[in-house]
């Protein structure tokens, strides 16, 4: 058996540990995430602002690109509870 960090988990131990270099890696993990969030975006035609990282998390939000569009397969599975306006 191991211990299995994910990506968030793994920042938040380096801020324990070494925070002069933290805030480094917060924006390097924050600008990969935005740079999935937009292609994601593009293959869906859905619309994004890019990914944040806060309260310990790095999240991307999606919204309809038009009205009327409705929620990818893909990402309601994801969020099912999510609202998607």
């Known amino acids: 058996m191991a211990l299995v960090l994910k990506t968030d988990e793994l920042l938040g131990v380096v801020k324990e540990l070494d925070p002069s270099i933290a805030e ?16 994601i975006s593009y293959h869906l035609g859905v619309v994004t602002k890019g990914a944040t990282y806060d309260l310990g998390e790095t999240m991307a939000a999606f919204h309809p690109a038009t009205p009327d569009q409705p929620a990818p ?13």
Do not use: H, I, K, Y
């Not at 480094?24 to 924050?30: A, G, K, N, S």
């Open 24 to 39: 480094d890696f917060r924006t390097r993990l924050e600008s990969l995430a935005s740079e999935m969030a937009e292609c």
């Open 73 to 85: 397969e893909l990402l309601t599975n994801c969020d099912p509870e999510g609202d998607w306006d």
